[in-house]
């Protein structure tokens, strides 16, 4: 049993819970205006209180519920709207592959229940704290439930505000996930190649969406940067050693 695994069975609790929601902040501010604005949309479109929250629920995928909604509202029918969520959701397999190195000492539930709530926003957080060691299950599962309670309760609130509001743009929900996504990376620059592959990320993002590649400019940028980033910290590790 681990020191922190310990701590919980004596009763230390509050310890691990609220560096968990200290840790989860910043995904909390950013999921409860995303996730209000998908239950606004998601009620003008029709769909049901029932399906929304279960959509929020069994789904747990902001990008892929804004598409699903959109595709229900537009008519479209069930089998294209699930494809569609396979397939924007695919990235998930690369970064469960990424983190499942550091959770073999997992059983397979917990590590299902680990992947099934993980996110892009939780992803970037257990990306910084792993490599530290920071694997102890209480902790890292509470960080992914209090990211998807934020999610539910967000879903939930804009759900029933949806009758009152119009539009959500003048508003400014439509900048929170950037906004979140900012702070996440902030917290990742911890080094010179880090600040180096994130500006060279953008400059590729931004290059490709002014070549006409809009559709697929964020993730070709993600993977080419990522992947050269990773080629030079390999190299510098090599000839330190």
């Known amino acids: 049993m681990s020191s922190q695994d310990t701590h919980i069975a004596t009763g230390s609790q509050p310890n691990w819970f609220l560096r ?4 989860t902040l910043p995904v909390i ?9 998908y239950g606004v949309l998601a009620q003008k479109s029709g769909l049901s209180a029932a399906n929304t929250m279960l959509m929020s629920l069994l789904v747990f995928a902001g990008s892929a519920q804004l598409i699903a909604v959109g595709l229900l509202a537009a008519g479209t029918g069930p089998a294209s709207v699930i494809l569609t969520t396979f397939v924007v959701n695919l990235r998930h397999l690369l970064m469960s592959a990424a983190l499942a190195p550091y959770l073999r000492s997992w059983t397979k539930w917990q590590q ?3 992947a099934f709530q993980l996110t892009d926003e939780t992803f970037a957080l257990h990306s910084s704290r792993f490599p530290r060691g920071e694997t102890a299950k209480p902790e890292t599962l509470t960080i992914n439930m209090i990211a998807q309670s934020a999610w539910l309760g967000g879903s939930l609130l804009g759900l029933y505000a949806g009758s009152f509001i119009t539009d959500v743009k003048p508003i400014g929900l439509d900048y929170a996930l950037p906004a979140m996504f900012m702070v996440l990376l902030v917290w990742q620059l911890t080094s010179m190649i880090r600040w180096i592959t994130a500006g060279l990320a ?7 969406a002014l070549a006409g590649l809009s559709q697929v400019n964020v993730i070709l940028a ?4 990522a992947s050269l980033g990773l080629g030079v910290e390999t190299w510098i590790k090599s000839r330190s050693s």
Do not use: C, R
């Not at 968990?20 to 840790?23: E, L, M």
């Not at 953008?202 to 490709?208: A, E, F, R, T």
């Open 202 to 208: 953008g400059l590729i993002s931004v290059g490709l």
């Open 20 to 23: 968990a929601f200290q840790q």
């Open 29 to 37: 501010l950013g999921y409860l205006p995303v996730g209000f604005a």
């Open 112 to 114: 299902a229940v680990f």
């Open 222 to 225: 993600t993977v080419l940067a």
